[in-house]
């Protein structure tokens, strides 16, 4: 598991973005976005993503964390089963704008650009890109 990790984390495409600063000379806070497609199965969620955010938590320990998932259809499964309520990338950026953060680090688990990339990802993004 540790060598997929390693190789999923050197071939995701790693995205940083700079949300525009205030003008106070507040500290600037940041966030780690984990962007996946996501899963219903419970297994998969806790050995495979779960296992991709750990390592990326423990490689950004100075961000706070947040996960999001592209598929509506496995939001809404797990929404509907678990009543749990994960974000897309949008409105997860909504909100870290709305809370003050200045620097947010989005990493993909896709480990293609294809739909979910271009369609959900980076729009998402360049609405909040600076640099």
Known sequence: MQKFIKLLLAVCLMLSFTMSASAQAAP??????????????????????EGIENALKKACPDR?????FTSNVVKKRIA?????????????????????????????????????YNNKILPAIKEYQTN
């Open 80 to 116: 509907e089963r678990d009543g749990i309520v994960i974000d897309d990338l949008k409105t997860t950026l909504d909100k870290l704008a709305a809370q003050g953060y200045t620097d947010v680090l989005v990493q993909t688990t896709l480990l293609t650009p294809a739909e979910e």
């Open 64 to 68: 706070d964390f947040y996960r999001v």
């Open 28 to 49: 600037t806070k940041k966030a780690l976005v984990v962007a996946s497609f996501g899963t219903t199965f419970p297994d998969t969620l806790k050995n495979d993503i």
